[in-house]
């Protein structure tokens, strides 16, 4: 068994059209009868094992022959260049089956047959790759077949930053049902490695990380039928020192780049480095804080107090129409302390009213002085009801008040009649956040789990230097603490390429402490196209919070909607982005045509058109699987609707907050779908006239029209391989080559390859 060891570079591209060295492995199997399209994926299950670099990716999948006979049908699954196959587990009537890996050139001419044959531009994404391909027959009537598949591979290392990928994007174009699981994808990775590990993230999945020490990192994710039309992308950074600073890049020649600054302090941290934080809880007594609601509230604050360390210093506020400390200061954690403040919160009651800037006010004097962390966690379920009440006014002078003591502000508010806007702004202008529950219960739950991601925190009053690279638009704008088991994201643009020191700094105590990385910020980076639209979403979240707390004005209105539609995301200016007056193509099944072509995807003749297999229910599992998609897009598009979202109260306004700080806070992709613009190939694309159009698109350029799947249209592809994302976008793409000639894919058009080769010159 060969294992291939090398420096890691793993992970996944999106939708959106990221362009790394690939690791395809979208398995198939195709029927060799004609008129049938690959079958569907039962499950599919990855599991891959990374040890210093080196990569072993292990694929268990089953396939579903719907029909009612047995069929004979070839398994193919695209491998990357340079791996090594490990083993293939296929046993048929007692006998295990052999395969064979075939080199690039072979391996292209199937798939230009097979995309011809599905009209599935998707399978575009294996064209420049090795195939491993095996026969397989019998594959049971209304029976399954099991397949398992293993190969390593030499992964990408570069400044620190190790790469894995597994595509999966087949199904993204056609929305094929056979690229649908019936049953579960779930993915995960073990990774081991000598040098310690800093980061651990993906821009295309919400990944679960469990890092027992700074050698090893396990994650994964779990999803039921699902659409499997996204590549799954993994970073992981190496390092040595407290705070590994890695650098992601996106840049294209002439204008400022893109960067993802990943920032992880160390897992191992002794007792003495933790820094001891001043907590002080600040909770609503008041009428409304129901039976339910209180007693939630207080289950929270015992969880919160049972998980002090022994260094922290902490105190609560209780506050109705009046306000009531547990102590004067704030106390040590000691185990008579905290068995005291069990016994003060045990007695809590509702009643009264409101007196927000008070109990603020009081929370704030618990500054300490000697730079320790202070964290103010604010609960409570309505709107400033005694003293200061106008909303403005109370925010400013909390924000005065605050500006020396630098002290975050958490809030938490429970259910629909209470002031969002200002719990936004309190929590915003201190560089902290803000949580919305719906009732106690869940207050309960998001409580405790905000107070296990900041109980040990190793450095505070966090900066972030990049002025060598002349960077700007830096999100977040104000810095986090960094805590440990934690990771801090930073996206931003830079104009000055070249190799510039990155320099961090923050105080454990009352010391202040600098780190100093020298990174590469490149005048021309193809790789990481994910960047610009990450750094876009956060970008629009921010200047929507400026919005929503400051009021509308043209010029953040226009800088939104500018945004909104180059990268295609939903806010109150673009949501009718969604309406043309060209339907869009309805993603749609096409594994079962209604005539079978004259050969089959190999080349071979037909022998005859054979009927079309009528597609069985399960098959529709795709349309059930992109249902929670498009419901989560019309939540967000709802809360995001109009530009009145300023101005909303109650339940509506809960939901405009948490969509905002999704966008403000967001470190993947999420489902870029559902939009009329898409980014492939380092272009933005508009539906447009029934085609996805080139934002720089010319009517007066040189144009030549190219006949969709035809030989021109494959020696495009070949001549021009950096347009492989754009031609995926479908049946109809208009794509300019130069600021004077351009490409338009069509139906009718051009089909001699040697056209596109002179148009080309």
Not at 463 to 469: F, N
Not at 525 to 549: D, S, T
Not at 661 to 667: N, Q
């Amino acid at each position: 068994m060969r294992t291939v060891r090398t420096r890691l570079l793993v992970l996944a591209a999106l939708v959106i059209g990221i362009t790394p060295l690939t690791a395809t492995a979208q398995g198939i199997l195709m029927p060799t009868e004609p008129g049938l399209g690959p079958l569907q994926i039962g499950h599919q299950r990855v599991t891959v094992d990374i040890v210093d670099g080196t990569a072993v990716s292990k694929v268990d999948m089953t396939f579903h022959n719907h029909t009612n006979r047995q069929l004979e049908a070839t398994f193919m699954f695209p491998m990357p260049q340079g791996s090594a196959l490990q083993d293939f587990s296929l046993w048929m009537n007692g006998k295990k089956t052999k395969g064979e890996v075939l080199e690039a050139n072979k391996a292209r001419q199937i798939y230009e047959g097979i995309v011809r044959r599905m009209k599935d531009p998707g399978l575009l994404e294996y064209v420049d790759h090795e195939l491993f391909r095996a026969r397989v027959f019998p594959v049971p009537a209304n029976g399954d077949m099991r397949i398992e598949i293993a190969f390593s591979q030499v992964l990408k290392f570069s400044d620190g930053v190790y790469t894995y990928e597994f595509p999966l994007a087949a199904g993204k174009v056609s929305g094929a049902r056979a690229s649908t699981t019936m049953k579960d994808f779930t993915f995960t990775a073990d990774i081991k490695s000598k040098t310690a590990i800093k980061s651990v993230y993906s821009p295309t999945h919400k990944i679960d990380v469990r890092r027992p020490d700074d050698h090893s990192a396990k994650l994964g994710f779990e999803k039921l039928r699902e659409n499997l039309d996204r590549d799954v992308l993994l970073y992981y950074t190496v390092g040595r020192g407290d705070v590994g600073m890695n650098l992601l890049t996106h840049a294209e020649k002439g204008e400022p780049g893109y960067f993802l600054l990943m920032v992880s302090p160390k897992q191992e941290w002794q007792k003495k480095e933790v820094i001891g934080k001043v907590v002080t809880f600040v909770v609503d007594t008041s009428g409304s804080m129901a039976r339910k609601k209180l007693d939630s509230a207080k289950k929270a604050l015992t969880y919160c107090l049972e998980r002090l360390l022994p260094e922290d210093r902490f105190n609560i506020v209780r506050f109705s129409t009046d306000t009531e400390q547990f102590r004067r200061q704030p106390v040590k954690a000691s185990d008579d302390n905290v068995e005291a403040a069990r016994r003060f919160v045990d007695d809590f009651y509702s009643s009264g009213g409101t007196a927000i800037h008070e109990a603020l006010t009081t929370a704030l004097q618990d500054a300490p002085e000697d730079g320790a962390p202070h964290l103010v966690v604010f609960l409570t379920d309505g709107e400033p009801t005694v003293g200061i009440t106008d909303e403005a006014r109370l925010a400013s002078e909390i924000a005065t008040l605050n500006e020396k003591k630098k002290s975050r502000i958490f809030a938490f508010g429970v259910g629909d009649e209470l002031n969002a806007t200002l719990l936004d702004r309190l929590a915003s202008e201190s560089g902290a956040s803000v949580e919305f529950a719906r009732d106690g219960k869940e207050t309960e739950v998001k409580l405790s789990g905000f107070y296990n991601r900041i109980a040990f925190p190793v450095l505070s009053d966090v900066a972030v230097e990049l002025d060598g690279a002349r960077a700007f638009d830096i999100y977040p704008r104000t810095s986090p603490a960094l805590f440990k088991g934690s990771q801090m994201i930073v996206v931003g643009r830079y104009r000055e390429p070249g190799t510039h020191a990155v320099s961090l700094s923050g105080k454990t105590g009352a010391e202040t402490k600098k780190y100093d990385e020298k990174l590469k910020f490149p005048a021309s980076e193809p790789e990481h196209e994910f960047i610009a639209r990450l750094w876009a979403v956060r970008k629009v979240g921010y200047l929507l919070e400026q919005i929503r707390v400051h009021g509308e004005n043209a010029e953040l209105k226009e800088e939104v909607t500018r945004l909104g539609k180059k990268f295609g995301i939903v806010t109150p200016y673009t949501s009718y982005l969604v309406v043309e007056d060209t339907p869009m193509p309805t993603p749609g099944p096409r594994p079962f045509p209604d005539r079978p072509p004259r050969r089959d995807f190999e080349g071979r003749a037909s022998g005859g058109a054979a009927p079309a297999a009528a597609p069985p229910p399960e098959a529709f599992a795709a349309d059930e699987a992109m249902a929670p998609r498009r419901a989560e897009r019309e939540k967000k598009a709802k809360a995001l609707s109009g530009s009145s979202f300023s101005t909303r109260t109650g339940a509506d306004a809960i939901a405009t907050s948490g969509a905002i700080k999704a966008l403000k806070e967001e470190a993947t992709l999420g489902d870029a779908g559902g939009t009329t613009v898409r980014r492939a190939s380092g272009r933005t694309f508009v539906w447009k006239d029934g085609a996805w159009t080139d934002s720089d698109w010319k009517s007066g350029a040189k144009i030549l029209k190219v006949a969709y799947l035809s030989d021109a249209y494959f020696e495009l592809l070949k001549s021009q391989p950096s347009l492989k994302k754009a031609l995926t976008l479908g049946e109809r793409v208009r794509i300019m080559i130069d600021g004077k000639r351009g490409v338009e894919i069509a139906e009718a058009g051009e089909k001699d390859a040697a056209k596109v080769k002179a148009f080309l010159k």
